[in-house]
């Protein structure tokens, strides 16, 4: 009988947790819906509170801030799928092939994730400029965003993948070859398929990574026409006044994309989560 | 099994495994390099080159006069490393001190705290109760939110004045009789303390969680048997087994804040405003001062000294815990 009122005791604690957890999610919905007069007087809990949808509307007029989504999802989808097919082929080696530099390079590959972003920065800058100057834009250009950020994700995701690839029995390869496939086929038609989960997985750990990346979104962009969601979400902030209400909904808009990309990904995400492949 | 698989026997011979071995002494395979390619093309660009040319910075003299020679700066040796570290005059040096011990307490508060919550949470949702998976999912969303909007809805939430924190605490709940200010003064370190470990607990309880999973059961009915009580089976069987996980997750966490740069500057005024003493980190800190005063020698130089700390750090945790690590997996 104690044994039970205990275990429920602990279920309430849990239940309690959540909704403290989610609360700062909940106000950011709330504020969105709120009115602005009722924001800037810090009163917003109120009892007749009547959600504003308007906040919505106006949000991408305030702030073009269509484009900066636009510009993200093209930046970011087209680096998760560069950096998940760099990445399946290199992790394939190393998890796969015997060859001499597969150690060292498999330790360069750890080494990356300890380097602060300010030491490459500059003179990445530098050779942007320069290659600019040589006639090939890439400051402020698409490519240049998603090039940068392919390589930035690469390192991590040939991490990630290389469990999975190491994780799948060599049987399967072996025979198909002795089948009279090619290594690259059996790659392609064998290895590939069976290790969809943990494409799935990486792919979506490198859209959130990607979406998540403002540093050299600020300072490698200049215009609105490439610019991401993080410098367009700073733009509510005016001279004078900060519109919280907008800024919360562009918050809440720019939390869908990853928001779904987590949910449907979820099952595969959560296994190489566990598998303690993916880094926090 | 098509146009991708017409090649003869003879590249099927060197993947079945006995074969390899042998072939490989005689013939150079040429086969992981060139899936290799294309990932270490990108990285040399970016981060290798990069690297070399950034430590080459560091021992330029790099400032606004100088910064359109390039590399063709002048050579000052160590001296930015001593300018930035020691010299009190040094405009980047101002502010490292306090950045410093920030970053210090920030990485280790977040990491205890992120470790102990997600343990604790993890062991709440080890059993069966109604909704667990419901819970489970739920309980992941605030790390599903980018940093920057962490940032940036903290940053609201803080206010003195119009922030939801002072008016629960002031008005609703009377826990206070006047609102403090959360992002001016000590308080600050708080301020971007909480909303890092609110968005990074989850995650470790979900991995925390996948671990516990792993543990059979009969090991607890044994050793309730034995007259274990709670606790005992905690420290016995539950901590043993989540230590290699804990001791991966600990490093991550302490790496990623040490360099955590997102939800400071995305909190703190508008452009690249100043946190203050207590909410200053060593890479905002670091991003402001070489971005105002165009000293990218020393910028690099820091970045340098951060990234060879990091590295020893990495070396000797891995080193001590090597075996715990290796054990389990």
Redesign the interface.
């Known amino acids: 009988m104690k044994r039970k009122w205990n275990q429920r005791a602990l279920n309430v604690l849990t239940w309690a947790i959540v909704v403290l957890t989610l609360s700062p999610v909940a106000f950011m919905v709330y504020a969105s819906l709120s009115d602005y007069n009722d924001v800037v007087t810090g009163n917003m809990l109120k009892a007749s509170f009547t959600p504003h949808w308007s906040n919505y509307r106006e949000m991408w007029v305030n702030v073009d801030f269509l484009a900066f989504l636009r510009n993200s999802l093209i930046i970011c989808g087209l680096t998760t799928l560069l950096s998940t097919l760099l990445a399946s082929l290199a992790a394939y080696a190393l998890a796969r092939f015997r060859f001499r530099g597969n150690h060292a390079f498999s330790v360069a590959v750890s080494t990356t994730q300890v380097i602060p972003g300010m030491l490459f920065f500059l003179p990445l800058y530098m050779l942007y400029i320069q290659i600019d100057d040589a006639g090939l834009p890439m400051m402020n250009t698409f490519h240049g965003m998603i090039f940068l950020y392919t390589a930035m994700f690469t390192p991590a995701s040939i991490w990630i993948m290389r469990g999975f690839f190491v994780s799948i029995p060599r049987d399967l390869e072996d025979a198909a070859v002795i089948d009279g496939c090619s290594r690259l086929g059996a790659f392609v038609r064998i290895v590939l398929p069976i290790s969809a989960p943990g494409i799935i997985a990486t792919a979506s750990f490198v859209f959130l990574l990607a979406w998540d990346e403002v540093f050299f979104a600020w300072v490698l962009t200049s215009s609105p026409d490439v610019q991401t969601v993080p410098v367009g979400l700073r733009l509510y902030m005016g001279q004078h006044a900060t519109r919280y209400d907008l800024m919360m909904a562009a918050a809440v808009v720019s939390v869908i994309p990853v928001l779904i990309t987590f949910f449907a990904s979820q099952r595969w995400f959560i296994k190489g989560l566990a598998a303690g492949a993916v880094k926090g | 099994?098509s146009a991708?698989?017409?090649?003869?026997?003879g590249?099927?011979a060197?993947?079945?495994?006995g074969a390899r071995t042998q072939r490989?002494r005689r013939k150079f395979?040429a086969?992981?390099?060139l899936?290799?390619a294309?990932?270490?093309l990108?990285?040399l660009?970016?981060?290798?080159?990069?690297?070399v040319?950034?430590f080459r910075?560091s021992l330029l003299k790099l400032n606004q006069y100088t910064l359109s020679q390039?590399m063709d700066a002048p050579y000052i040796g160590l001296r930015n490393y001593r300018g930035v570290l020691f010299d009190t005059d040094n405009p980047v040096h101002a502010g490292m001190l306090g950045a410093l011990r920030n970053t210090a307490l920030y990485s280790l508060l977040v990491t205890v705290c992120s470790v102990a919550i997600g343990l604790g949470?993890a062991l709440?949702?080890n059993?069966d109760?109604?909704?667990k998976a419901a819970?489970r999912?739920?309980?992941?969303?605030?790390?599903?939110?980018?940093?920057?909007?962490v940032g940036?809805?903290?940053g609201?939430?803080w206010?003195r004045?119009?922030?939801?924190i002072?008016?629960?605490l002031v008005?609703?709940l009377h826990l206070m009789d006047h609102k403090p200010f959360w992002l001016i003064g000590s308080n600050t370190f708080f301020a971007i303390v909480i909303p890092t470990v609110?968005r990074?607990w989850?995650?470790?309880m979900?991995?925390f969680l996948?671990?516990l999973q792993a543990v059979p059961e009969e090991l607890y009915e044994a050793a309730r048997l034995d007259g274990a009580n709670a606790w005992q089976r905690f420290r016995n069987i539950t901590l043993p087994t989540l230590k290699p996980?804990i001791v991966?997750?600990v490093m991550?966490?302490i790496?990623?804040n040490v360099?955590s740069?997102?939800i400071v500057?995305?909190m703190f005024g508008?452009g690249a405003g100043y946190p203050g003493e207590w909410g200053d980190l060593l890479?905002p800190l670091?991003?402001r001062q070489?971005f105002s005063y165009w000293r990218?020698g020393e910028?690099?130089a820091?970045?340098?000294v951060?990234?060879a700390v990091?590295?020893v750090f990495?070396a000797v945790w891995m080193r001590t815990f090597r075996r715990s690590m290796t054990s389990e997996?």
């Open positions: 099994m991708l698989c017409e090649q003869g026997p590249l099927a060197s993947i079945a495994s490989r395979d086969f992981p390099y899936l290799l294309p990932a270490a990108m990285m660009v970016v981060n290798l080159v990069p690297i040319q950034g910075m390039f949470v709440l949702l059993r109760f109604p909704g819970a999912t739920l309980l992941m969303l605030p790390w599903v939110v980018p940093t920057y909007v940036t809805l903290w609201f939430m206010q004045d119009e922030g939801i002072n008016h629960v008005d609703v609110w990074a989850p995650v470790l979900l991995i996948a671990a996980v991966i997750q991550f966490q790496i990623d360099y740069y997102n500057a995305m508008k890479m670091l991003t070489s990218f910028g690099a820091v970045s340098f951060m990234m990091m590295l990495v997996a």
